[in-house]
């Protein structure tokens, strides 16, 4: 009975580590004492045969500095894309933040949120 249990929770925890591994997402920086949102949108390509999909997202604030980014990629399978940082970024009051789709004929849909102080 012990070895059942045992078998069925390392199944369920390789599941949710290949879930985990399979998201694309992008973390930098953190919230800091102070942080406030600044800035949050969700953007979404539909695949294009023969294409890759692509967007660049500009965010600027002359009064607050970025303290976090994040790009998450809602599609958990791991097809969505990726994301990166082009200019800017924490310790700025700006930043040009790449979306792009894994692969070609691909999509993504990605939440964006930015923080600052």
Do not use: H
């Amino acid at each position: 009975m012990e070895r059942k249990i045992l078998i069925i929770v390392s199944f369920a925890l390789l599941a949710l580590v290949g879930f985990v591994i399979a998201r694309n997402d992008l973390t930098v920086g953190s919230l800091q004492p102070g942080s406030v949102l600044l800035y949050q949108q969700t953007y979404n390509r539909t695949g294009v045969a023969g294409q890759m999909q692509s967007q660049d997202v500009f965010y600027t604030n002359p009064l607050r500095n970025i303290t976090r980014i994040r790009a998450l990629d809602l599609n958990a399978n791991g097809t969505g894309g990726f994301a990166s940082i082009v200019s800017g970024g924490v310790g700025f009051r700006n930043v040009t933040i790449r979306l792009q789709s894994s692969a070609i004929g691909r999509g993504f849909t990605f939440f964006v949120d930015i923080y600052g102080n």
